[in-house]
């Protein structure tokens, strides 16, 4: 059969022929782009997940910049604080030689103080211009703001780390559940007769031991137990021992203490002559089962007080126990400490809070403030830390409870309270010293607790992210890249169906003028 109004076979190689052009123009496409999907009919599967991953790329590589500029803020944080250590150090050994005060002159010890306060000056200096970037480091700016602190329940918060997510301030509810507790030991002042009270009943000799030394007193029969009390506390800076009258009566008897509170603390007494130890009214107790003191009873230890007491030449102080907002902080003395994910922090507690598990809990608020470092490509609480640095001035350094009150760095400046002057005047540098240390102490911990987020969070996130950035890339490009062996297999094939299509298409165009033969 000859029909010439409709060419089958030509219609038939048009449309193979379009169909080798659209393949032609894909490869062709494939190999300029270097792509697989440069549009979503291509694969819209994989032009999904391969957006998706994309997202997940740029994210990371953020992160692993965010990352890197953290490790340069705290390298930067921590040059600082290095130098500040050096300063406390220097002050240190200043100190230390003043306090040799028998074997130098007056005026060195005011050229000792001279370099303290420059010391402090510098300190306070390096504080409040340290900076990255025009970022304050360690001026308090990126310290926690809290609001609600009663000075009467805590005495100075340090907040390490808060999260905010979900809120704009942070509650945090302290709770004592059991008292930070002396060690006290408590000598009768009841004489039963034999002598009048409220005074020894022989001579005798005390050996008596705290957490800073030990020292023997030796005292004379009759001796009254106020002037007793009045030697222990002339060595109580050698020895970390107190004494008081109980209840200020001689006749209860007088109370051994240690100065300091916690578990770090003790105070032991012992005779070394005078009555024999089974003495009765010469005893030394304690309180069994280290129960509270409870210095307002009347007559205590002795009007029935029953079994409570039970001999010893030796107690040891208790650390405070609290909840911090339900979680058991852990206890030092007076101070506590907190670390979890959303809260850490350092609390001294004031001396009547923390021995009265019965009070109502304190409540405060942190309302801002503190470093958040976003170490992930998604902003979620998970991926973001936070980290709390606290000015490192003068006037906030070495936080002590000394006296009644807390007392800074600050005060070691000419004619502070314990400037050098004022401390070889009272021939005690005890005070100077434990604010000194407690200062250093705090560069230290900054200076370590940076020294670990930087090791254990930045430096491990920054080798984690890589690893992803490399895994997620290699993904990506399994799915978007153009395999070119294959492209070019596939263009030389398309190549060749052109052509051949091309000529298919022409013989078919000529098929129909063989019916011109038919007409002859």
Not at 424 to 449: C, H, P, Q, W, Y
């Amino acid at each position: 059969m000859a029909r010439i109004n409709t060419n089958i076979p030509s219609l038939i190689a048009q449309a193979n022929l379009s169909r080798s052009n659209q393949e032609l123009e894909l490869r062709l496409e494939r190999l300029s782009t270097g792509l697989r999907i440069n549009r979503g009919k291509d694969d819209p599967a994989g032009l999904i997940i391969s957006e998706r991953i994309g997202t997940d790329i740029a994210g990371i590589e953020q992160a692993i910049k965010n990352s890197e500029r953290a490790s340069s803020v705290i390298a930067t944080t921590e040059s600082a604080l290095t130098e500040i250590s050096d300063l406390l150090n220097s002050i240190k050994g200043l100190m230390v030689e003043a306090a040799n005060s028998g074997a130098i002159s007056d005026e060195e010890i005011e050229a000792n103080q001279n370099q303290i306060d420059s010391a402090i000056e510098s300190i306070t200096r390096i504080s409040n211009t340290a900076s990255f970037g025009g970022l304050r480091l360690i001026d308090g700016s990126l310290d926690y703001v809290t609001s609600g602190l009663v000075s009467s329940e805590i005495r100075t918060a340090s907040v390490l780390g808060a999260s905010f997510v979900g809120s704009n301030s942070l509650q945090v509810d302290v709770d004592v559940i059991a008292s930070a507790q002396k060690g006290a030991l408590f000598l009768n002042g009841d004489n039963a007769g034999a002598l009048p009270d409220g005074v020894l009943i022989s001579a005798t000799t005390l050996q008596i031991t705290g957490a800073r030394g030990v020292t023997e007193l030796s005292f004379e029969s009759g001796l009254s137990l106020a002037q007793v009390v009045s030697s222990v506390n002339a060595r109580s800076g050698q020895t970390g021992v107190e004494a008081a009258l109980i209840n200020g009566n001689a006749n209860s008897g007088v109370v051994f203490r240690s100065v300091d509170y916690g578990s770090d603390s003790f105070v032991s007494v012992q005779r070394r002559g005078g009555p024999d130890p089974a003495d009765t009214p010469f005893a030394i107790y304690k309180l069994d089962g280290n129960a509270d003191y409870p210095d307002t009873t009347a007559g205590f230890p002795w009007a029935g007080i029953g079994t409570t007491l039970v001999s010893a030449t030796r107690d040891d102080g208790r650390d405070v126990q609290a909840l911090v907002n339900g979680s058991l902080a852990s206890g030092d003395g007076l101070n506590v400490s907190l670390s979890e994910t959303n809260l850490s922090l350092e609390l001294l507690l004031d001396e009547t809070f923390a021995i009265s598990p019965a009070s109502a809990a304190s409540t405060f608020h942190i309302t801002g403030g503190g470093a958040l470092f976003q170490l992930g490509q998604d902003i979620t609480a998970l991926q973001q830390s936070n980290i709390g640095i606290a000015s490192m001035s003068a006037s906030n350094l070495g936080a002590s409870y000394i006296n009644g009150a807390v007392q800074y760095l600050s005060s070691l400046r000419f004619g502070q309270t314990n400037s050098l002057e004022s401390s070889a005047d009272r021939k005690d540098f005890t005070a100077a010293n434990d604010i000194l240390e407690k200062a250093i102490d705090e560069v230290s911990s900054t200076r370590g607790r940076l020294g670990a987020f930087e090791r254990n969070v930045l430096d491990t996130n920054v080798r984690s992210l890589q690893a992803q950035f490399e895994n997620l890339t290699a993904s990506r490009s399994q799915i978007m890249d153009a395999d070119f062996a294959a492209e070019t297999s596939q263009l030389t094939r398309a190549q060749i169906l052109q052509t051949a299509g091309t000529s298919v298409l022409q013989l078919a165009n000529q098929q129909a003028q063989s019916v011109l033969q038919l007409l002859g």
